[in-house]
Nanobody
Framework: QVQLVESGGGLVQAGGSLRLSCAAS????????MGWFRQAPGKEREFVAA????????YYTDSVKGRFTISRDNDKNTVSLQMNNLKPEDTAVYYC??????????????????WGQGTQVTVSS
């Protein structure tokens, strides 16, 4: 089992940047595919980005490609999401998630076994 704790959210103006971090407990962090999801008010939780176990492969939803970068440090048990050129439509609670079972990068919520508590990102226009 792994516990996930997100940090780094906040209020930023459009065009600004934020870096989200997710700290994972346990010794088996490198065995998990890691993902970031977000949920805006009144909307369903949606996929944002994912990274493979060794960090060699990444995948992004179209709306964040070229603006967001996911990375991980398996020695420090952390996964990060660098968000640049933020837009008001990026406003949401952002969640870190871990998957032990998916053979490769996954973007569906059902593939992820563990979730953090979320961190709020608000982008003002």
């Amino acid at each position: 089992q792994v516990q996930l704790v997100e940090s780094g959210g906040g209020l930023v103006q459009a065009g600004g940047s934020l870096r989200l971090s997710c700290a994972a407990s346990g010794r088996t962090f490198r065995s998990y595919v890691m993902g970031w999801f977000r949920q805006a008010p009144g909307k369903e939780r949606e996929f944002v980005a994912a990274i493979s176990r060794a960090g060699l492969n990444t995948y992004y939803t179209d709306s964040v490609k070229g603006r967001f970068t996911i990375s991980r440090d398996n020695d420090k048990n952390t996964v990060s999401l660098q968000m640049n050129n933020l837009k008001p439509e990026d406003t949401a609670v952002y969640y870190c998630a871990a998957s032990s079972s998916t053979p490769t990068i996954a973007k569906d919520l059902g593939s992820y076994d563990y979730w953090g508590q979320g961190t709020q990102v608000t982008v003002s226009s």
